[in-house]
């Protein structure tokens, strides 16, 4: 089987997951927006309703007369004495409405009811409840897969402006990519290099003191080191500001170098909160990872041969650990781009974990379909790239893949 073949099919099997996994969200988050939707309906009828009546009869006629074209483009009838009638027509026909209260017909009655009839159909047909569930699910389907959820159904302020759902989840990503990604890399770096140094020395004073560390940091939720940093550095030593995001002066707006200085002052705290409570159990992962393949047969057969243990550990070892490696950095560096609820609440930074909170809050369904799609398009896509990274990483899957 060569590569070309092997990444066909591993790519197919990537689209077959996405398909199938936006597909069963889509069920899912339908049969929410349903109860979503009814909550809404109720709400905006009372609204509707108490605008219309609020001035007497004179302002519900002028309220049905100005909403007419949409209730006879949603087809919205009631039926007086057997016969169908459109709402529209009724209280656009100044004879036929004179008719009716001569018939005894309470127009105001009437009237009411017509506002809750369009109501409901206009807002089924926002959200979309006008079809029978398998087409919509299927429809909600391909507007995710095409990325045209249309607008949020809450306010983002924080945000700033947008045009769409996936322009807000874009920009929201961004942010957290901005905190969470650097902090990972720089924690990533520093604990494969102290990992391997552990593994070196397996059992001594390094060893031990990151394994002690790494489990006291591991004990600490991430949030509450935050508070206290944020208390001591930020408010007794006034060092790092205490709001991590903070729009910039307008005086540096175009100036990069000062607008680098600008985040790098804001963005320090949060970061060095993150490497600190992070590292040492990092180290730890790839500490033992090293020492699983400082055992192998190869190992010793290249320290028999004489040659230098440095050699040994990066042009061996570290070889061969790449996979489960690599696998831990992508995969960690996926998170890196969802951020972290709490945290960024902590430190005040309106990224991805941010806009999850404030999404359920606001019962935004559109918002919370982005992120799940966004969640499986990017797990499925870094697994295809491992897949693919693996025959170059380790021989064996090379080897098993063309025999």
Request: hydrophobic share 50%.
């Amino acid at each position: 089987m060569g590569l070309g073949t092997y990444a066909l099919g591993r790519l197919s099997n990537a689209v077959m997951v996405i398909l199938i996994a936006t597909f069963i969200c889509s069920a899912v988050f339908n049969a929410l927006m349903e109860i979503k939707a009814d909550e809404v309906i109720s709400s905006r009828l009372q609204e509707e309703k108490q605008r219309a009546l609020g001035h007497g009869a004179k302002s519900l006629f002028e309220y049905l007369e100005y909403h007419a074209p949409d209730m006879e483009r949603y087809n919205v009838t009631i039926e007086i004495d057997g016969k169908v009638y459109l709402c529209s027509r009724i209280f656009t026909n100044r004879t036929l409405m004179k008719e009716l209260q001569d018939r005894g017909i309470d127009i105001l009655s009437l009237g009411g009811t017509c506002i809750e009839r369009y109501i409901v159909a206009f807002e089924k047909h926002r959200w979309g409840l006008d079809q029978p569930p398998m087409m919509r699910i299927l429809l909600y389907t391909y507007r995710t897969l095409t990325f045209s959820l249309g607008r949020p159904i809450g306010e983002y302020k924080q945000y700033g402006e947008y045009e769409d759902v996936f322009s807000l989840l874009m920009l929201a990503m961004s942010r957290s990519m901005l905190l969470f990604t650097i902090a990972y890399l720089i924690n990533m770096s520093i604990a494969i290099y102290i990992g391997l140094k552990m593994a070196r020395n397996f059992g001594g004073i390094l060893d031990r003191g990151v394994a002690v560390a790494g489990m006291i940091a591991h004990a600490m939720p991430l949030y509450w080191v935050g508070l206290l940093m944020i208390l001591f550095f930020s408010v007794y030593l006034r060092l790092f500001p205490m709001r991590a995001f903070e729009s910039p002066p307008p005086t540096i707006e175009n100036n990069f170098t000062e607008l680098f200085k600008w985040w790098s002052w804001h963005l320090a705290l949060p970061i060095i909160t993150i490497v600190l409570i992070a590292v040492g159990p990092t180290a730890y992962v790839v500490r033992n990872m090293v020492i699983n393949v400082l055992q192998e047969d190869f190992v010793m057969v290249a320290r028999a041969k004489g040659l230098p243990e440095r050699y040994i550990l990066y042009r061996h070892v570290l070889r061969a650990a790449s996979p489960p490696i690599a696998t831990t950095i992508l995969l960690g560096l996926l998170n890196t781009f969802f951020g972290a609820i709490i945290s960024e609440r902590v430190f005040q930074w309106p990224g991805m974990g941010f806009l999850y909170w404030m999404a359920i809050n606001n019962g935004d369904i559109v918002v919370l379909m982005g992120l799940n799609y966004l969640f499986i398009l990017l797990f499925v896509s870094i697994k295809f790239f491992l897949d693919i990274l693996y025959c170059f990483l380790d021989p064996r899957i090379k080897t098993a893949r063309t025999v």
